[in-house]
């Protein structure tokens, strides 16, 4: 896609005020490593591809069932029983051709180290603290900032972090969350997409570096009275892993 057809797909976002190509190009030129594409990632790739992201790598594992059809808006009826990351990076190439899109039909492990070494930012849109704990120690190797997202029913929270420097993902969660069951919480699909698109403003915002810093804090949202909460965060001196560091 020429820049004249590139810069013409985001013209209505180059009218937001105080935008510059400066904010555009930047976003063109950012590789984003995003874990998760189901309900949550899967709104947050489309937006990224959508506003300027060029090169994203995708790890998901599994294949797609039909329970996932409630909220996972890659995915369709007839990529039952198919890799959910492969249908999400098909899906994403044919919204913005000349995307990059990486996918990985993995967890998240060690390997991926390298990967997300390269991108300018970690987004964790996965189900299980293991996963996610292991995305913030990866992400403090790195020195790569991370978003964490999530939901469950009709709430749901997402947060800018900063592993080895600021407030990391253990020192928000030390013990994880022994109630959450990745495989049989609640899910009501409309907040899954307001995660996502939540997750995804933030992402551009640090990417672009379009308006004021964005912080380190958690904001909670619930559903079912459109409120939300925002919570500043800071290193804890107790978290162990922030200690090994």
Not at 87 to 110: G, M, Q, W, Y
Not at 117 to 130: H, K, Q
Not at 192 to 219: D, N
């Amino acid at each position: 896609m020429t820049a004249i057809l590139e810069n013409a797909r985001v013209a209505r976002q180059m009218n937001l005020p105080g935008w510059s190509q400066e904010h555009q190009d930047r976003l063109f030129r950012s590789r984003v490593f995003l874990a998760g594409i189901g309900g949550i990632g899967g709104v947050v790739a489309e937006y990224l591809v959508m506003g300027g992201v060029r090169e994203i790598t995708l790890v998901h594992e599994g294949e797609l069932c039909l329970p996932d059809l409630n909220r996972q808006t890659l995915m369709s009826f007839d990529g039952i029983g198919k890799s959910r990351v492969h249908l999400a990076a098909n899906r994403l190439r044919s919204l913005v051709p000349d995307c990059h899109i990486e996918a990985f039909d993995t967890k998240v492990t060690n390997d991926l180290l390298p990967l997300l070494s390269s991108a300018d930012i970690v987004i964790d849109a996965r189900t299980n603290f293991e996963e996610r704990f292991l995305l913030n120690r990866l992400s403090a190797v790195s020195e790569k900032s991370l978003i964490f997202s999530a939901m469950n029913g009709t709430e749901g929270m997402v947060a800018h972090l900063r592993p080895g420097r600021g407030a990391c993902l253990e020192c928000v969660f030390p013990e994880g969350d022994p109630e959450w069951d990745p495989l049989g919480f609640p899910v009501l699909g409309a907040i899954s997409g307001t995660v996502g698109a939540m997750a995804a403003i933030l992402a551009i915002r640090i990417l672009s570096g379009y308006g004021s810093q964005a912080e380190e804090q958690m904001t909670l949202f619930e559903g079912m009275d459109l409120s939300t909460r925002n919570f500043s965060l800071v290193r804890h001196k107790a978290c162990p892993f922030c200690q090994s560091l």
